[in-house]
């Protein structure tokens, strides 16, 4: 693993090529009503088998990034590789048997069951006629089984609390079986114990059965306890890379967050926050 | 628990093919296949020559047609008719083709009707949602103003200046691809012109009886179909809706938005081209045999999902037969007059209220709390209203056939408007899937 810690704008790992799940280089990344490019980053890693958390404040880019590398956005410039083959060479099914993805915003229609969304994850595997099959169901059954909703799968998405509604989700995203998975602000606006729930189901996944995972946070405390590493952004580009316990510093809090706040590790850093800047 | 008793691959294949199908889906469909068959007797047993109900059955029952190879090739080909009596020459050969036509009708709008309310992600969305309405009666206006010797080919200019609405609405919304919002605004715009230009043709038009026969068509009318149009509209129909009810599955995957359909593996542009045109295809072959039918692309896939949930697979099944059921209905009102239009409607206002009623008792549990909480009052409603409806049409002297052919589109716009206005005062979230 790569322990640079550079902090400095163009934070980069040096030798990452060889075992990063999805990198992405020389990326510019905009929309078509803005004259600037929203995120601009030379280097961008998520190392294979490892859980990857993308930190930073409101407006620097955090989206706009895992939507490029799920390939949702174009970027402008530069190239992604996905297990060093270009994105854009994937089939759609394709590149959704190899990448998971789960945006931050996520709709189903009130009366659909838990059961059926989370089978939907298995459309990348049937062909325009097919069926589900014994793979399929199996599939459904491990994902359902990580993601703990057993006791939710005959409900309907409409009756389900925004934080069951998410399990569910990430329930459809697993059913997937990607080795790739990138989830975009997974735990925000649930309470703290679906929070944990999100987290905890991550971790196993990427213990249990090595999935390579990136994960957009809003909570850095949060990131800096469960992720193996961080990418923190600012503005659009890299501010810093690395584990926690070289990323998360009060120097990185005052320069990308805008917070006056004390860090301590033992071992891994405990962030507590003073005020803001 | 649930999930050990559920891992075996039989459930798995079960619920691939048929698990989708419950009680409640059959239990629409069946009434719904018995207001078609009893809206189709009474329209064959009405008319001049007239009869009574056990007569139509018997003619349409009647064993010497029924498997008489000749007659269905001539019905179904349009070869020589072979000998018949009288009673089963009229009901076979001008009521039936009627009551086919129009099921096809009302199958294959209430199909469009669900693909473009998923495509578009809108409830409110129906198959003219792009421009096709207006499209087409624009095809039937030029047609009766410039093209007078051609009136013979009204059907294939009605159904041609549908799918041309269709096409320019998709290139107006596509910018480096398309989305919901951009295909509904493209079909507001191009429904405005087509409806101006539409409207401007009639003052060219001195004839009164060339006016009529034009608002019949943009309208929706019934009146006067063959087994030609049968003919014209049957397979149409069949290759598209077999590959609607192929889609709903991908219509399901379709609404749970752009972004995710894109991470599960589909090409949404194509899927919701793909889907679209199909419907298009649906659309345009009933209008060129029935003219503009309105609301039934609206409300059939609706009262569908309020009643089955939002699978598009159940939707799809259910509105196949809900479509015809409405239509035939509709159709009986349209070619009986206004004292029967209220005895009928008190009817389709009673089996509504009893739909939802057997529904609300023998669907899932979920299903039933869904509908103390939300149906019982509707559906009480709907049988007083009903039957009220028929109390007065029984005072004010009994159904008294008039024979008045008016157009089946009014007929459906008048039942329509009453329930958008149910909808606006029942729903909280107008608009949602």
Redesign the interface.
């Given at each position: 693993m790569q322990t640079q810690d550079t902090h400095n704008e163009d934070a980069q790992p040096s030798d990452a090529a060889t075992d990063s799940a999805l990198v992405g280089t020389d990326l510019e990344i905009g929309y078509p009503t803005l004259e600037e490019p929203v995120v601009t980053v030379d280097r961008v890693d998520v190392p294979e088998g490892e859980v990857t958390a993308l930190v930073g404040p409101n407006g620097s880019g955090k989206s706009t990034l895992v939507k490029a590398l799920?390939?949702?956005h174009r970027p402008d410039a530069g190239e992604i590789r996905l297990n060093d083959r270009n994105i854009e060479s994937f089939g759609?099914?394709?590149?959704?048997?190899e990448l998971?993805?789960?945006?931050q915003e996520?709709?189903?229609?009130?009366?659909?069951s838990v059961e059926?969304l989370v089978?939907?994850?298995r459309?990348?595997y049937r062909g325009?006629?097919e069926?589900?099959?014994?793979a399929?169901?199996?599939a459904v059954?491990r994902a359902?089984?990580l993601a703990g909703i057993?006791h939710l799968?005959?409900?309907?998405v409409g009756?389900l609390s925004g934080g069951q509604k998410q399990l569910v989700f990430i329930a459809m995203?697993l059913a997937?079986e990607t080795d790739v998975l990138l989830l975009d602000e997974p735990t925000t606006f649930l309470d703290l114990h679906h929070q944990l729930r999100v987290m905890e189901t991550v971790r196993r996944l990427n213990e249990e059965r090595d999935v390579t995972i990136a994960i957009v946070l809003h909570d850095i405390a949060q990131a800096a306890r469960f992720a193996d590493n961080l990418i923190a952004l600012d503005d659009g580009s890299v501010y810093d890379w690395g584990p926690p316990t070289n990323v998360v510093t009060e120097e990185l809090l005052e320069d990308v967050f805008d917070v006056d706040a004390a860090v301590r590790y033992t071992p891994d850093p405990e962030i507590v926050p003073k005020r803001s800047l | 628990?649930?999930?050990e008793t559920r891992?075996t691959?039989e459930?798995?294949?079960a619920?691939?093919?048929t698990g989708w199908i419950d009680a409640t889906l059959v239990g629409l469909i069946c009434v719904s296949i018995a207001v078609t068959v009893l809206g189709g007797l009474i329209q064959v047993s009405f008319g001049a020559y007239s009869m009574t109900l056990p007569e139509a059955w018997s003619a349409v029952t009647n064993p010497a047609v029924l498997f008489n190879g000749d007659a269905w090739r001539a019905f179904l080909l349009g070869t020589a008719l072979p000998e018949m009596n009288r009673r089963a020459l009229i009901v076979w050969n001008i009521r039936v083709p009627r009551v086919i036509v129009g099921a096809f009708v009302g199958m294959n709008l209430a199909v469009a009707g669900a693909v473009f309310q998923a495509v578009t992600r809108n409830e409110l969305a129906s198959p003219y949602i792009l421009g096709v309405s207006h499209g087409s009666g624009l095809g039937v206006l030029v047609t009766f103003v410039f093209f007078s010797g051609l009136t013979h080919l009204v059907p294939l200019m009605a159904a041609v200046g549908g799918a041309l609405a269709f096409i320019v609405v998709y290139a107006i919304a596509w910018n480096g691809g398309t989305s919901p919002v951009r295909l509904v605004l493209a079909g507001v715009v191009v429904g405005m012109v087509a409806w101006s230009l539409q409207r401007g043709l009639f003052f060219f038009v001195d004839d009164i009886g060339v006016v009529q026969s034009a608002l019949a068509w943009i309208t929706g009318s019934l009146t006067g179909t063959d087994w030609e149009q049968v003919r014209l509209v049957a397979p149409w129909s069949v290759v598209s809706i077999f590959v609607a009810a192929?889609g709903a599955r991908h219509l399901?995957?379709l609404?749970?938005?752009e972004?995710?359909a894109?991470?599960?593996?589909?090409?949404v542009e194509w899927a919701r081209f793909g889907l679209s045109a199909v419907a298009i295809v649906a659309t345009s072959s009933a209008i060129a045999v029935a003219g503009i039918v309105s609301f039934v692309g609206l409300i059939v896939p609706h009262v569908v999902r309020t009643v089955v949930?939002?699978?598009y697979r159940r939707i799809i099944a259910g509105s196949l037969f809900v479509g015809p059921a409405l239509v035939t209905a509709a159709d009986v009102g349209a070619r009986l007059g206004p004292s029967v239009v209220a005895v009928a409607a008190g009817v389709v206002i009673l089996v509504a209220g009893l739909v939802l009623g057997i529904g609300g008792l023998v669907g899932s549990t979920?299903v039933r709390a869904r509908y103390e909480a939300e149906y019982t009052r509707p559906a009480g409603v709907a049988l007083v209203v009903g039957a009220g409806m028929l109390g007065l049409a029984w005072l004010a002297g009994g159904p008294v056939v008039s024979d008045t052919q008016l157009p089946v589109g009014i007929v459906t716009g008048l039942v329509g408007g009453p329930y958008f206005l149910y909808l606006m005062r029942r729903r909280k979230h107008l608009g949602?899937?």
């Open positions: 799920a390939r949702q759609q099914k394709e590149l959704a048997r998971g993805h789960l945006s996520n709709t189903a229609p009130d009366s659909v059926d089978y939907h994850g459309y990348p325009f006629f069926s589900v099959d014994d399929d169901e199996r059954e359902i089984d057993d799968r005959e409900k309907s009756n995203v997937q | 628990m649930a999930g891992t691959g459930s798995g294949t619920r691939g093919t192929i399901n995957v609404v749970l938005g972004s995710t894109k991470s599960l593996g589909m090409k949930g939002s699978d979920a949602d899937l």
